[in-house]
C-alpha cells in the first residue's frame, strides 16, 4: 500500500486509511470511480494540498480539509484520499490502481 500516511484500524476487518491519490485515479471524478460500487470503499473526505502567501511573499504549504466529497469532485496528482472500507478491500483497490507500467 504505497503512499500510505495515516490509518486508524478500527477492528480486525475495518479502517480508516489516508493515501495519496493513486496515479491511475487523477483527473476522474469520484463518481466515475464508483468505489462503494465496485470496491465497498467509501471517500470519507479529501485533503488539499494548498499554497499561501505572507506578507513577505513567502510561500507555504497547508492541507484544506474538503469535508463530504461529491460526486462531481476531480481528483488530483496533489490530493489525499480518506477511505474507510474492509481493510484488505482498501488494499486490493489500491493494488488495482497502481501503475504497472514499467513492470
Known amino acids: 500500500m504505497d503512499g500510505a500516511l495515516k490509518s486508524l484500524t478500527l477492528d480486525s476487518q475495518f479502517s480508516i486509511l ?3 491519490v ?3 485515479m487523477i483527473e476522474k471524478t469520484v463518481e466515475e470511480l464508483a468505489l462503494p460500487d465496485e470496491w ?3 471517500i470519507v473526505t479529501l485533503l488539499k494540498e494548498r499554497k499561501r502567501r505572507s506578507i513577505w511573499g513567502v510561500s507555504k504549504g497547508y492541507r484544506e480539509v474538503i ?3 461529491r460526486p ?3 481528483l488530483q496528482a496533489s490530493d489525499r484520499l480518506v ?3 474492509k481493510t484488505q478491500q482498501i488494499q486490493d483497490m489500491l493494488e488495482a490502481y497502481e501503475d504497472h507500467s514499467e513492470d
Open 40 to 42: 465497498s470503499v467509501t
Open 18 to 20: 489516508e493515501v495519496k
Open 67 to 69: 469535508g463530504v466529497v
Open 72 to 74: 462531481d469532485t476531480t
Open 22 to 24: 493513486p496515479e491511475k
Open 83 to 85: 477511505l474507510f472500507g
